[in-house]
């Protein structure tokens, strides 16, 4: 509908993805809202709504009535503090100090050192601390109560209200004390996996200097225009995308690309936003600003991709509805059968729900963050999932094996025509083509000064070639099914030449249907890619199959060296089709390609992997996983995140499944009193933050 417009909300007091869950189900629920995403590791919620039915302060009340809360200045962006890892650390002294001491009080308890001092408090004053105490854990319960929702801590809260009403005040203490531990622990949690968002936001500048009228003027970033000239300044962070037109400098790219080396820059360079001039002053010309730079796209699919969940994690979070229900199943069997009301009450303390939707989320949000730092845009943590069980690896070859530059090697020409007429003819109506390999034709013509002349027609055409009226005449350049489709074009001294068994790529060029020329190209394999194919077959990845719009000798003298499967003379349209034929014999495909031509391909696959991505729009948006920088090394690399962060991710379900089980058997039998019950509760979701945060040291 026209009338509705996309917004974005901060959210803050969300610890677990059952917090978001409720949030979510709070402003969805509202009238004139559409849709709602609720993202827990960049802490808001995107709303397409209706203006005319629903404003902010609606919003900010839905969240609020489940016990959340809207900041006031919904634009703020989140500023680091220096303090917080030694304010971490300090909270981390004082969580030991108290555990240490608490569990000498639950001992002494235990061995009834304590009971003398219990009775000697009046039952009233233990009912206050207990209620002043979990005053913010109740509110919230009661809230969702009221909305008929159940939460991890509505158990808890069971718990504490049954041990007062046996007079165990003291237990209930205990157990509102490690309530308040537990939810500590988990934004701790949360907070391990969000940092690497965070830090990757907080490297956008939120200043530029722009230049007006010829006086240079300080402006918010967001208010640079394009087309604007900004002024750049030693160590200072480049505001926007664009082209240098004055200076030179030395620009540190490890925002964009993960590439620590620093690159020269200066006049027709492309610069990035967020990348750090270290050495010297550029004057830039503005093409993308705000969102729409390639640091701001990347930030803005890091933030979402909680919405492209993993499937194992859409498991966790339905078993986590249902698991709450079957406790309090077991605790009402418990009190039944065993008339044990502290027993009942342990059961309910010790069940830990948030630790199963913890167990994915936690781990997909520390490779999503840290990769991203690293130079690998990942969408989602389905990707992820994915790409741990892929068997198939699909690759493309211009730009992707090779170094997409080729150089034009050889001109034969034909019928009498001169070498250089042939040229200027082809770089003529190559001049608007995107292609390599027409890149590399206009860079021969340049070498050797030639005059090109400006097409009047120009038609290209995808896996085959271009067509354009030059000079009054028509040209056609393009590859062998393309040229062959002119009646009588004999096409045999091309072959006879001997320049396609040298591994060469043939360009024909005709006029008005007559073969006027060959040109060869040659491009060259990237270093890299032998050793790291090897990998990837290592990974798991056991058929490695090219696939190339080359012709055939070409793609069998570069799949030989390679020692992988290939198929030549492919249109894109072929390469869909091979990517559905493994699918359908029930293969999870990775396709490897620039994210240009092999966009439809790259969407089709399981994972799609884009090379060389920075700055390009194609490729950030067709690619599921999105490589900044043209390195074959990133490819097992990010294979290797996707298994380990899938073996991480098994293991905190099962350490939860198994620690619960044991847990709920102990305090149904009663062997876990409820103290023990309650201190218990909050160990899950240390040793999910002890297992995923190996995630974060991945080198």
């Not at 993805?17 to 009238?31: D, F, G, M, R, S």
């Not at 790291?532 to 490695?544: D, F, K, N, P, T």
Request: charged share 20%.
């Amino acid at each position: 509908m026209p009338d509705q417009q996309t917004v974005e909300v901060p959210i803050k007091g969300m610890d677990c993805a059952e917090c978001a869950l409720h949030v979510q189900q709070a402003i969805a629920a509202l009238p004139g809202v559409e849709s709602v995403n609720v993202f827990l590791s960049s802490e808001k919620a995107v709303i397409r709504l209706d203006p005319a039915l629903v404003d902010l302060p609606t919003i900010r009340k839905a969240v609020e009535g489940v016990g959340y809360s809207v900041p006031t200045s919904a634009t703020a962006q989140p500023t680091p503090s220096p303090l917080g890892d030694f304010t971490r650390r300090v909270l981390a002294l004082f969580g030991i100090v108290f555990g240490a001491v608490l569990f000498i009080v639950v001992v002494g308890e235990w061995l009834g050192l304590f009971e003398a001092f219990t009775q000697r408090v009046p039952w009233p004053l233990g009912l206050a601390v207990v209620l002043i105490g979990g005053y913010p854990v109740f509110l919230n319960v009661v809230r969702a109560t009221l909305k008929g929702q159940i939460t991890s801590h509505t158990l808890m809260t069971l718990g504490a209200l049954a041990a007062l009403a046996v007079g165990e005040w003291a237990t209930a203490v205990v157990v509102v004390f490690f309530m308040r531990v537990g939810d500590y622990a988990e934004n701790f949690t949360t907070e391990r996996a969000r940092r690497a968002v965070k830090d990757l936001t907080a490297m956008s500048p939120q200043m530029a200097r722009v230049e007006r009228r010829g006086t240079e003027h300080e402006v918010p970033v967001g208010e640079v225009q394009v087309g604007e000239t900004v002024i750049v300044r030693p160590g200072e962070r480049i505001p926007v995308d664009g082209e240098v037109i004055g200076g030179h400098a030395t620009v540190d790219q490890a925002t964009i690309t993960g590439e620590f080396m620093p690159v020269e820059v200066g006049p027709g360079a492309r610069i990035f936003a967020a990348t750090l001039a270290r050495l010297g002053s550029l004057r830039i010309r503005a093409t993308h600003v705000g969102p729409d730079t390639t640091f701001g796209r990347v930030v803005k699919m890091v933030e979402e991709a909680e919405a492209h969940r993993a499937e194992v994690q859409r498991i966790a979070d339905r078993f986590s509805a249902w698991y709450l229900p079957i406790v309090a199943g077991i605790a009402a069997l418990t009190f039944l059968i065993r008339r044990d009301p502290l027993a009942t009450a342990a059961v309910l303390v010790v069940a830990c729900s948030c630790a199963f939707a913890l167990a994915t989320p936690i781990a997909m949000l520390a490779s999503i963050g840290a990769g991203a730092k690293r130079g690998l845009l990942i969408k989602g943590g389905k990707y992820l999932e994915a790409l741990a069980r892929a068997d198939v690896l699909l690759i493309d070859k211009t730009g992707t094996l090779t170094l997409g530059r080729p150089q034009i090697s050889d001109i034969l020409p034909l019928n009498g025509v001169p070498e250089d007429d042939v040229l200027a003819l082809a770089a003529s109506a190559e001049r608007y083509s995107e292609h390599p390999l027409a890149e590399a034709v206009r860079a021969a013509a340049r070498e050797r000064g030639l005059p090109l002349y400006e097409p009047e027609q120009f038609e290209a055409i995808p896996g085959l070639g271009v067509r354009a009226r030059v000079n009054g005449g028509s040209i056609a350049v393009g590859n062998n099914r393309m040229i062959a489709a002119g009646a009588g074009l004999n096409l045999a001294p091309a072959f006879e030449s001997g320049l396609e068994a040298q591994g060469k790529t043939l360009l024909f060029v005709a006029r008005e249907g007559e073969l006027v020329g060959v040109l060869a190209a040659t491009d060259t394999l990237r270093p890299e890619v032998p050793a790291s194919l090897a990998a990837v077959r290592a990974l798991g990845a056991r058929h490695i199959e090219l696939l190339t719009g080359d012709n055939e000798r070409i793609a069998a003298a570069l799949a030989e060296s390679l020692g992988v499967h290939y198929r030549a003379n492919l249109l894109p349209e072929d390469k869909i089709a091979i990517v559905r034929e493994y699918q359908a014999n029930g293969h999870a495909v990775v396709m490897v390609g620039d994210g240009v031509n092999d966009a439809p391909a790259l969407a089709q696959a399981e994972v799609g992997i884009a090379m060389g991505a920075a700055g390009t729009d194609v490729a950030i948006e067709a690619a599921h996983i999105a490589l900044m920088r043209d390195d074959w090394t990133l490819v097992p690399e990010v294979f290797r995140i996707a298994r380990r962060t899938m073996r991480v991710v098994k293991l905190n379900i099962a350490f939860t499944a198994a620690y619960n089980l044991i847990g709920l058997s102990l305090a149904a039998l009663g062997f876990l009193p409820p103290i023990f019950a309650a201190a218990a509760q909050s160990l899950p979701d240390l040793g999910i933050l002890a297992n995923s945060s190996r995630l974060l040291r991945q080198k």
